[in-house]
């Protein structure tokens, strides 16, 4: 645990843009019903 002071200088940390669309990847799950119903 840290238990000493901290001085934050945030600036500009945070700005307003546009929003910019990112590449992304499709995944799929195949789900086992009948090991899912006996794990829970």
Same mark, same amino acid.
Request: aromatic share 10%; proline share 0%; net charge negative.
């Given at each position: @645990?840290? $238990?000493?002071? @901290? !001085?934050? #200088?945030?600036? =500009?940390?945070?700005?307003?843009? %546009?929003?910019? *669309? #990112? *590449?992304?990847? =499709?995944? !799929? $799950?195949?789900? &086992?019903?009948?090991? !899912?119903? &006996? =794990? %829970?």
């Amino acid at each position: @645990m840290q $238990f000493a002071n @901290m !001085t934050i #200088l945030w600036n =500009e940390s945070y700005r307003e843009t %546009n929003a910019q *669309k #990112l *590449k992304g990847h =499709e995944i !799929t $799950f195949n789900i &086992d019903i009948g090991m !899912t119903n &006996d =794990e %829970n």
